[in-house]
């Protein structure tokens, strides 16, 4: 079957603007989760959703970032009024219940000018 | 704050030879994943050592984990020029929610 897909692929937007990043996971996965990647480092954890409801949002930097997952299958990360900063890669993984191997897309480039 | 980190930061052996990456971690942990991420995005999973188990293979995979010395390694055995890679581990702390927290990697590079 499909795997976890991410679009778009990249992004370039001004600083200031508003940024939606999609994330579709594997069908009949409950858990999704994304992670936020700079260059030569590990991924870093941003909130993960078992079904529709965030279970932890404690990784998201700010309230700039808010993500949602209305009917428990696609989620959608929004950052509002992006600064340079927020330039990495985005990515998204989906495991079959929470604590399980985790799926990942190939992730959302953003660069923030 | 980093949960786990890799040692080394970075390894480069010759093709045929055998890879060990170590993982420590600070918290108690339900489980620990390890992945490969190659050149590009995507990660992908490799072996989960559940806080029970002590070693796990897969392949030329073999992961061991210590959880009185918090701390994991990943052996390959008979590497090729394909594990060519950056190798991560992942910790789910005993916390209450299934949170991952990613290590700063270790960059493999097998030599042809």
């Known amino acids: 079957g499909a795997g976890v897909s991410q679009t778009p692929s990249n992004k370039v937007t001004e600083k200031g603007k508003y940024v939606e990043l999609r994330c579709d996971p594997i069908?009949?996965?409950?858990?999704l989760y994304w992670y936020r990647q700079s260059l030569g480092q590990g991924p870093e954890f941003l909130i993960y959703?078992?079904?529709?409801?965030?279970?932890?949002d404690s990784g998201l930097p700010n309230d700039r970032f808010f993500a949602v997952r209305p009917e428990g299958s696609v989620s959608t990360l929004k950052i509002q009024r992006t600064e340079r900063g927020d330039s990495a890669v985005y990515l998204c993984a989906s495991s079959r219940t929470s604590g399980n191997e985790q799926f990942f897309g190939p992730g959302t480039r953003l660069t923030v000018l | 704050s980093q949960q786990g980190e890799e040692d080394p930061q970075a390894l480069s052996i010759q093709e045929g030879e055998n890879a060990t990456m170590n993982c420590s971690y600070k918290?108690?942990?339900?489980?620990l994943q390890w992945y490969r991420q190659n050149s590009g995005r995507g990660l992908v999973h490799l072996i989960l050592i559940r806080s029970n188990e002590r070693e796990k293979h897969s392949g030329r995979l073999r992961v061991t984990l210590d959880t009185s010395k918090k701390s994991s390694s990943l052996l390959i055995t008979a590497s090729r020029a394909a594990d060519t890679a950056s190798y991560f581990c992942a910790t789910d702390p005993t916390s209450g929610t299934y949170k991952y927290i990613f290590g700063t990697g270790t960059r493999l590079k097998v030599l042809a």
């Open positions: 069908s009949g996965h409950t858990a």
């Open positions: 959703f078992q079904g529709t409801g965030a279970a932890d």
């Open positions: 918290t108690s942990i339900n489980n």
